[in-house]
């Protein structure tokens, strides 16, 4: 089993950065990949971002690459999420998830889900 929670959403005008956080217990935490995903009120939920175990290995949306990275601590059990020139369209909740089986971009290789966090931007 593996727990995690997400914090450090919030409003911010478009233009701004957020960075959020993805905390997991449960397993040991690099033995799995990890992937931020989001959803926006009457959409489904989409693939961001997904990091290998070792962090070695990062994809992106395209609708953030370039704008978004995503990175991993191991030794602090916690994934992040650094959000660059947000735009109003990325408005959504976000959600980490862990370790996919199959297809990293379907969120329904994900066993694992955080409860998700509010990202807010403004025009």
């Known amino acids: 089993q593996v727990q995690l929670v997400e914090s450090g959403g919030g409003l911010v005008q478009a233009g701004g950065s957020l960075r959020l956080s993805c905390v997991a217990s449960g397993r040991t935490f690099n033995n799995y990949p990890m992937g931020w995903f989001r959803q926006a009120p009457g959409k489904e939920r989409e693939f961001v971002a997904v990091?290998?175990?070792?962090?070695?290995?990062?994809y992106y949306a395209d609708s953030v690459k370039g704008r978004f990275t995503i990175s991993r601590d191991n030794a602090k059990n916690t994934v992040y999420l650094q959000m660059n020139s947000l735009r109003p369209e990325d408005t959504a909740v976000y959600y980490c998830a862990a370790d996919p089986d199959g297809d990293y971009k379907g969120a329904s290789s994900y066993d694992y889900w955080g409860q998700g966090t509010q990202v807010t931007v403004s025009s």
């Open positions: 990091i290998s175990w070792s962090g070695g290995s990062r």
